[in-house]
């Protein structure tokens, strides 16, 4: 039985023979003439942003007995290539020279033995542990130290103003930084972050969410800073739309996957067109308003309304009216067939209720009422999220006024007793503020009317006063003017 030696050092770049195929090549061992087939295999399954190369003898008889590198022996593999019928060799998928390889792999399946270089880059050892579900990561490492080709971490965040630096999740030692693009993002709807490494520091690679690697991006070429927009802005805000220097942007397929593609349609024509950036947001995550003074639904039997006044293109929003005994009623509304949703604004008819959160996503808003459904009975307001560390958040108008603030002491679902109790709290607070009110009115109304006496009286007094004074003057005269005309007389 003949041998051949894998000579992996022959790659598409030196030393291959092109087949028809621009895939498959070839070339021939310099010492037995036996013809070796290598083909390059540029989509893998399970490790996205990678290729390999595999080596094979072309005679199915013909038997691996060595390994060279660029000509060279490599004796470190002599023990484990007895029975293996193929050789893999993993490189970046950008390493368009095939100049590093990361990862070498003897048989295929459970059988298989990997070995990986070495920092200095010229001796292999072998690497026990690698499985199907661990080679991501072992060939993220090795591209790391070989390529300094880095991971970036799309849910880091940075609302400061200064730099802050995070560990490359693939090497876990490489600093990336991530700062918040623009000056004027504050105010906006949604918050764009942007990842870099320092100029000639290395690339970005690829990219998690937290610890889940994000797939269907394709880097084409070596960039060293990415655009992550997060919606909505504030901290319950998550990653949906990425842009890539190049004019390439990427909107995640639901807010739930780790899978992205490509915009091609209508994509913003640069980081700054907030106008189609966050039409492609909302389209991932709907925002629509809330209107609490919709009670069109019957204890078990649920109403909808568009949240859009007279339909228009609005979503149908879902009311879901609960009696919970002693007079209170809550009406649950939510999106219909959506099970989340940013509310962009909560009203209760015409007036907005001032001080809810419009940076959560929700699942679900709930408005408490006892004695009627005006906004005065309007008791409490409740906000489900979709996640985060406080699913539900709570809301109060413990001042009475028209404001609403957060239940700070509240951190869980209140329900039953509990919610009852609560309840009746928010309802005797308003009839104590609202008392208070009622008096300081009456009481202010009876001091203007006081002061509206008081004022009369002393104005009637100071008339009659120069009505009686104009009086005496005019008899007076008209005494002087007789006496006088008397004396004429008697003269």
């Not at 399946?109 to 990561?137: A, H, P, Q």
């Not at 690829?206 to 655009?227: A, C």
């Not at 958040?393 to 603030?405: A, K, L």
């Not at 009086?471 to 002087?480: M, R």
Request: with cysteine; charged share 25%.
């Amino acid at each position: 039985m003949s041998g051949v030696t894998i000579d992996i050092g022959k790659t598409p770049k030196n030393g291959l023979k092109t087949e028809n195929d621009s895939n498959n090549y070839h070339y021939e061992d310099d010492s037995t003439r036996e013809r070796v087939n290598v083909t390059l295999v540029e989509k893998l399954s399970g490790t996205p942003g990678y290729i390999t190369l595999t080596y094979t003898p072309h005679n199915s008889e013909t038997k691996i007995t060595g390994i060279k590198e660029s000509g060279l022996n490599k004796n470190e593999f002599n023990t484990n290539i007895t029975d293996s019928k193929i050789v893999t060799v993993y490189y970046w998928s950008l390493d368009n020279t095939f100049s590093n390889p990361l990862l070498v792999q003897f048989g295929e399946g459970g059988s298989s033995v990997y070995y990986y270089i070495t920092g200095n880059g010229n001796t292999w050892k072998t690497e026990s542990g690698i499985s199907g579900s661990t080679l991501k990561d072992k060939l993220d490492k090795q591209n790391c130290k070989r390529n300094k080709a880095h991971t970036v971490d799309i849910s880091k965040k940075n609302d400061t103003s200064r730099d802050i630096k995070y560990n490359c999740p693939g090497c876990g030692s490489k600093p990336i930084t991530v700062n918040k693009y623009g000056t004027d993002y504050a105010t906006t709807d949604y918050s764009c972050y942007y990842h870099y490494l320092p100029s000639g520091s290395g690339y970005i690679s690829g990219l998690q969410d937290k610890v889940t690697e994000q797939t269907g991006i394709k880097f084409t070429d070596t960039i060293s800073i990415v655009y992550v927009y997060h919606y909505p802005s504030g901290s319950d805000g998550i990653p949906l739309l990425i842009y890539l220097l190049g004019s390439r942007w990427f909107e995640r397929a639901s807010i739930d996957s780790n899978n992205w593609t490509e915009v091609k349609k209508d994509k913003p024509g640069s980081i700054d067109e907030k106008g189609k950036i966050l039409k492609l947001l909302r389209a991932k995550l709907l925002t629509v308003t809330i209107d609490l003074g919709q009670t069109n639904a019957d204890n078990g039997v649920s109403g909808t309304y568009s949240d859009l006044p007279g339909g228009g293109e609005g979503k149908q929003i879902e009311v879901g009216r609960k009696d919970l005994g002693d007079g209170f009623v809550s009406f649950v509304h939510s999106v219909k067939g959506k099970t989340d949703f940013v509310a962009g604004d909560v009203k209760h008819n015409n007036d907005t209720l001032q001080g809810i959160n419009k940076s959560f996503i929700l699942q679900s808003v709930t408005a408490y009422y006892e004695g009627g459904f005006k906004l005065d009975n309007l008791l409490m307001v409740r906000l489900e999220k979709k996640n985060g560390q406080d699913k539900y958040v709570y809301y109060s108008r413990e001042d009475g006024g028209s404001r609403w603030i957060p239940l700070y002491d509240q951190t869980g679902k209140i329900d039953g007793s509990s919610l009852t109790t609560k309840l009746y709290q928010s309802k005797n607070d308003l009839t104590k503020l609202y008392g208070i009110k009622s008096k300081l009115e009456v009481k202010r109304e009876g001091s203007y009317q006081y002061t509206v006496g008081v004022s009369a009286g002393i104005i009637a007094g100071i008339i009659i006063g120069i009505i009686c004074a104009v009086a005496s003057i005019a008899f007076v005269v008209w005494w002087k003017k007789r006496f006088i005309a008397k004396l004429i007389i008697n003269l």
